[in-house]
């Protein structure tokens, strides 16, 4: 598994479409173990780009704060899931919880609406 965490200072960055950089945590799924984590730096922020990014980059799953609909679907469109709600800590503790079952959806999907159009174009 190939899990996509956006990052600000080290942590899960609190917007998913307007970060510097998103981690790329390989998990063994059998065991739960860290393979590897590639930082990368983010492409610029434009309505659709991420979800594509995040897919070319071999993720099949994406970790994040909160996120509208349209970008939930997008992301599905290309094969990752999203799992929302998720707390702000490292990219491998949120990797090994999802990896063990620890991390659930919960929270707002999308509280926001500071850019125009709200979180569907991210």
Request: with cysteine.
């Amino acid at each position: 598994m190939r899990v996509a965490i956006p990052l600000e200072n080290g942590t899960l960055a609190s917007h998913f479409g307007r970060c510097d950089a998103y981690a790329f945590v390989d998990v063994d799924e059998a065991s739960g173990a860290i393979q590897k984590t590639t930082i990368l730096e983010a492409p610029p922020h434009q309505p659709g780009v991420l979800p594509v990014w995040v897919a070319q980059n071999g993720a099949n799953v994406v970790i994040a704060g909160g996120m509208g609909p349209r970008a939930i679907q997008l992301f599905g469109h290309h094969g990752v899931d999203v799992v929302l709600g998720a707390p702000e800590a490292p990219p491998e503790e949120l990797a090994c919880a999802l990896a063990r079952g620890e991390l659930r959806a919960r929270g707002n999907p999308c509280d926001h609406d500071d850019h125009g159009g709200g979180c569907g174009g991210h």
